[in-house]
């Protein structure tokens, strides 16, 4: 199946060229037709899926065709729950629309407020905005809505875990009820399905089973170690394996400021993001990541959520998520678009009952690969039977590049 059959124009299958894409991905697939019919979608898709291009590839097609936007109105707004996503989503619409007449622009907070109110004056096609700031805009009367034809709501689950579900309800009432509303998510649990009532009117419904594709495509190692031991053993992993752009998940915006501070130190250089960063330091450090400036990227799951590289190598829990979902999320990081990646995850005993949780979720047992010269000392984390001792390792792009029989295949969880 290609581009050229899914209905879309030629504007758009010249940019999605350009971008280098040749087949659609699953959900593409399916989501682009269901919008290009003007029904409404829910959709269940991780970051990762090429879930962006999914929606905003036919979402310009309709607002290409239709009236110019007036001063201050806003023809399709896309929300998201972080900056980052919210970054990252407008290069997206820009990208794909350059071909056509689409004027889009992106709002959120921690930046000043007037260059905002400047872009929205002359009226745009697309606006992509964090929920609190895009409030922020309407009471300054910044915006106009009476004329919006299309809502997406970008990683809706992650917005209610932030706490956004009364902006978004106070958003909803602002819009026209007569519109097209987008609902992606990561999964549809028993909240996504409260929220979509009364907001999304009978919905096409669109699932990929992304856990499993996912899964299937990243290597997923535990390595038991003392939790006294877990730094020397990142730097021994990425120093052995000459480890680049590594993003590493920290439980706690300290300890990712302590870790990258230590990794530094160690010879690695390393930057962190969450939430107490602004957001120039945020944008700086991404990019540095991006560009190779620096190896190691310490972040908290919130922060890592909008993060967007191309065939991220290698993610590593040097803490364990507290919520095992987080644990899906964090490893839809690597290989992704057709990339094989390594996932591996620092266990010490205290962390035990969440990898159990872990494992109940994906459906399945991971590999434990205990590191020589790391033994745990603490018996409990110990390697339970299934458990190999490995030699030192020297995995470096051959074990990244190993084929899906060496990686455990993961189950979805939906
Ligand atoms: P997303 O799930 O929207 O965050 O997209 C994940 C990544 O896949 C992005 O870097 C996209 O540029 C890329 N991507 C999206 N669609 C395709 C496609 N059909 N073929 C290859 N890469 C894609």
Redesign the pocket.
Known sequence: MS?SSLGLCDELLKA?AE???????A??LEAIPAVLSHRDVMAA??????????FTLPMVQRLANGKRPGARQVRALVLTPTRELAA?VAE?VQNYSRHLNIRSSVVFGGVKIGPQISKLRGGLDVLVATPGRLMDLYNQRAIDFDHLEVLVLDEADRMLDMGFIHDIRRIQKLLPAKRQTLMFSATFSKEIKALAKGMINNPIFVEVAVANSTADRIKQVIHPVDKSQKREVLVHLIKENNWHQVLVFSRTKHGANRLARQLDSAGIQAAAIHGDKSQGARTRALDNFKKGNILVLVATDIAARGI???QLPYVVNFDLPQVPEDYVHRIGRTG???ADGLAVSLVSIDEYKQLKAIERVIGHQFEREIIAGFEPKDKASAPSAETAKRPPRRQGQGQRRSSGNAAPRGRSSH
């Not at 898709?45 to 999914?54: F, L, V």
């Open positions: 581009f999605v971008q280098g894409y040749e087949t659609p991905s959900i593409q898709a991780q970051t990762g899926t090429g879930k962006t291009a999914s990252q997206s967007d590289i191309d992704r678009a057709g």
